[in-house]
């Protein structure tokens, strides 16, 4: 498929899922001027500077507060950790309501998920009194789980749905840590559980964020797999599982779930056959089967992924 | 309703599979410990600790005669080197309170110019009746696990391993019961216990 049929495809899923109609997008295109190449070009430098720019102001910040962290007392730690945290979450939620500052509004969630974690850690470093640490990252994940969970289901944002699966996993990994349950289990749960949730999300408008959730659902339930089946009798049923991944990919039309699954069978063949292919010649079979394997999948890709218009 | 469950199949299993599969697992790995007899004998273990600060020219050496812990400091020459036996402390397991108390005892005097080893004198813990059975008469059998996670580079990064309050436990068929650090001195005792035997005659045993 040539990059013009990828184009016009995308063209066509967009409109689809936005439900545009064909006089929308005509009327659309005729009111857009084309592109000047010179100011698209200064338009990208001037975006990358201005990225830049934040990252050094924010480095910088980043920097003198730990300079300054020892001096710092414990109301004055927290307020710049979690109090920070939660003014830009509520920066943010007030560029919502204007549109100069629409640009600002993810990057503003983003830095809010991170401040406002690390200040309820700090938050219970200084002012509790002993006690497992776990329990207090099981606190932190439920409260910004729910937090953003909830904001989501107001406002609709995908970086929030990105962030609320992030502490939900996190949580639930913690809980699953406090109940002793063995890593390879819990590593299953979340692999399954994210699969299925970014397969729900990928009927969605939020379906941008679906390859990242399909590589973590993927790598937790591979791995936790392995884990389960290696040394065991039924140790060759990996090939099932992730060939079975492979299946799941072009069912979902995942491109990252075909990849995970890739690199599951090559390495699970390298472990396999660990005795006999610790040689040159084995190097060789290695490099070949790595070859067809890549070759099989963007096969499956053309076939099954690019051929077929998503519902 | 039933509609409703239909068209979300897939996201309602995307999180009640996980909640299922962790809480089976949960229920399955906790259920011996549960249906089983809690230990009901309490036992000795030695900690031998090396102190390379203050090397010594003698080792101490516990086992169970005739029923009795018994203890010895041995001359060290070059084919007895034993460093790691340089000092050791006495701990007794009270099984009625899941708890570790160190047992006291005296080292004599002038052991850096001993010449043939020399027998220490226990205390109280010398009189108890050991039994040095790997198994207690309730089946219970005393076990260093060591670092038991089994999370591999994923584990690790996420910091998911299975935790345990010592490396120790009780064992009795599936049933595992942790023991607590015999001592806050993580350092020292934490891999280097020694079952000595389990406490049969002062009313411990159920």
């Known amino acids: 498929m040539s990059s013009r049929e990828e184009a016009l495809q995308q063209v066509a899923e967009i409109a689809a899922r936005h439900q545009l109609s064909a006089d929308e997008i005509i009327k659309a295109l005729n009111e857009s001027s084309p592109p000047d190449q010179a100011e698209r070009s200064t338009g990208i430098l001037a975006k990358i500077l201005a990225y830049l720019g934040g990252i050094f102001v924010l480095a910088g910040i980043a920097i003198f507060i730990g300079m300054q962290w020892d001096q710092f007392g414990s109301a004055v730690r927290v307020f710049v950790t979690l109090g920070v945290g939660f003014i830009l979450f509520l920066f943010a939620l007030i560029t919502l309501k204007d549109d100069r500052f629409s640009r600002v509004t993810t990057p503003m969630f983003l830095i809010a998920a991170l401040l406002q974690p690390t200040g309820i850690v700090v938050m219970l470093n200084e002012y509790s009194r002993g006690g497992d640490p776990e329990h207090g990252l099981l606190f932190m994940c439920v409260v910004l789980f729910v937090q953003q969970f909830l904001t989501f289901l107001a406002i609709n944002r995908t970086v929030l749905l990105f962030i609320s699966l ?108 660990r005795d006999s292919l610790a040689n040159a010649f084995g190097l060789i079979f290695m490099g070949f089967l790595l070859i067809g394997l890549s070759a099989f999948a963007m096969s499956l890709n053309r076939k099954y992924i690019q051929a077929r218009p998503k519902p | 309703m039933g509609k409703w469950l239909k068209q979300n199949l897939v996201l309602i299993s995307g999180i009640l599979l996980p909640v299922l599969l962790v809480g089976g697992f949960f229920i399955l ?158 350092t020292t005792y934490q891999y280097d216990l020694h079952f000595m035997g389990w406490v049969l005659d002062d009313g411990s045993a159920p």
């Open chain 1, 166 to 273: 992030f502490f939900g996993a996190a949580g639930f990994g913690t809980l699953c840590e406090i109940l002793d349950i063995d890593f390879e289990i819990t590593a299953l749960a979340l692999g399954i559980g994210l699969t299925l949730i970014s397969y729900v999300i990928d009927k969605s408008d939020h379906r941008p964020i679906t390859p990242f959730w399909y590589l973590a659902g993927s790598v937790f339930f591979l791995y936790g797999a392995f884990d389960v089946l290696e040394g065991s009798v039924f140790e060759i049923v990996y090939f099932g599982v992730a060939a079975g991944f492979m299946y799941l990919g072009t069912v979902v039309r995942s491109r990252i779930l075909l990849f995970a699954s890739v690199i599951a069978l090559m390495g699970f063949t390298g472990y396999f056959f």
């Open chain 2, 29 to 186: 790995s906790k259920a011996p410990a549960m249906l089983a007899d809690p230990p009901g004998y309490d036992f000795i273990l030695v900690g031998y600790h090396y102190d390379y600060q203050h090397e010594s020219n003698y080792y101490l050496d516990f086992e169970v005669r005739g029923g009795h812990l018994t203890a010895r400091a041995v001359p060290r020459d070059e084919k007895q080197v034993n460093y790691n036996q340089q000092k050791a402390r006495l701990f007794r397991y009270e099984a009625a309170g899941n708890t570790f108390e160190e047992l006291v005892y005296e080292l004599p005097e002038k052991l850096e110019d001993l010449d043939e080893p020399v027998e220490l004198d226990l205390g109280d813990a010398g009189d108890l009746k050991l039994d040095k059975r790997i198994k207690s008469p309730d089946g219970y059998q005393f076990e260093f696990v060591g670092y038991r996670g089994r999370g591999g580079l994923l584990g690790e990064i996420f910091g998911m391993r299975r935790h345990y309050e010592s490396s120790y436990i009780l064992k009795k068929d599936g049933a595992y019961f942790d023991l607590p650090e015999p001592s806050s001195d993580h």
